[in-house]
């Protein structure tokens, strides 16, 4: 357990700090150049990818997960610090740093979720026993429905199931990229899991039809016919935008919890301002 612990920091140590992701352009559906110079993604961004059905947006962010090399659809080639990223980053799913969590995001292991955490802290080849619950317990702030450690994986919701790996890539995989696709409506408190991740430190990307996710992101990527049209960066020209949105999720949530309780609605609801 020593060896495997001491292997694990020497292993992170070794390790160059990841600054700077770079997306260089590919092509669109119909082989035309995307017209972007480059892209940068950095530690404590949050960028959300729009556009319609079909215009690219998951297969933008596979491209960032696999360190695409010109070897995908899009052409598009991925540099992590300005140059080509080492193979380990590709093959070893340890060494990844970046973590991608869908809407389809299942566990068919048949393991408590506290084992379950341990065995990923041990794959890690570091064993920290209170990194279980901690991670129980931020997973806990991003769910309606509290997880316990003692419940079997395969029985979690859906909701439960990806508040979890969103907390297990924090703070056990701890990779600095976290994409997630489209995993608003999956039963996460979505505010609450980018007020997280930018205290982390870490870098975001949501593919997302969400447009509260959307107006909170620093950054948008606008995908049209599988390529980049726009990057928009509002540098708070959307103040007024966000604070209605958020009124209008606040009524939304409130609703939604009322009919989930199977109360009757009959007078307005109030919204959080
Ligand atoms: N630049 C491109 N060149 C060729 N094919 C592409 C390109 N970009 C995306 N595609 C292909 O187009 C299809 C739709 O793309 P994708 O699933 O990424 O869209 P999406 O915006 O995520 O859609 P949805 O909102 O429905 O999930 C996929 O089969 C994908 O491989």
Redesign the pocket.
């Known amino acids: 357990m020593l060896l495997s612990r001491l292997a694990y920091y020497i292993f992170r140590m070794t390790e160059e700090t990841i600054r700077d992701i770079t997306i260089l352009p590919?092509?669109?559906?119909k082989g035309i150049e995307e017209a972007f110079d480059e892209i940068h993604i950095r530690p404590g961004d949050t960028l959300s990818i729009v556009?319609?059905?079909?215009?690219?947006?998951?297969?933008?962010i596979?491209d960032i997960e696999i360190f695409a090399n010109r070897d995908t659809?899009?052409?598009r080639q991925i540099l992590v610090n300005g140059k080509l990223p080492p193979e380990r980053y590709v093959r070893d799913p340890a060494a990844k740093p970046v973590a991608l969590i869908t809407q389809n995001t299942r566990c068919l292991c048949d393991l408590s979720v506290s084992d379950f955490l341990r065995m990923h802290l041990l794959s890690r080849g570091y064993m920290k026993e209170s990194c279980i619950q901690e991670t129980i317990n931020l997973a806990n702030q991003f769910t309606g429905e509290p997880i316990t450690a003692h419940v079997r994986m395969t029985s979690l919701s859906g909701g439960q199931t990806r508040s979890l790996m969103v907390a297990d890539a924090i703070l056990i995989s701890n990779t600095p990229i976290i994409l997630l696709d489209?995993v608003e409506n999956a039963g996460i408190f979505k505010e609450k899991v980018i007020e997280v991740l930018r205290q982390h430190h870490k870098a975001l990307l949501f593919?997302t039809?969400d447009p509260l996710v959307s107006l909170l992101s620093d950054r948008r990527i606008v995908?049209q016919d599988?390529?980049v049209s726009k990057v928009i960066e509002p540098d708070g020209a959307e103040e007024h935008a966000i604070r209605q949105m958020l009124h209008m999720d606040g009524i939304i949530g409130r609703m939604r919890e009322m009919i989930r309780a199977g109360e009757l609605i009959t007078t307005p609801v109030p919204g959080s301002w």
């Open positions: 590919g092509r669109n559906r556009g319609p059905t079909g215009s690219g947006k998951s297969a933008f596979n659809v899009t052409g489209e593919v039809h995908m599988g390529a």
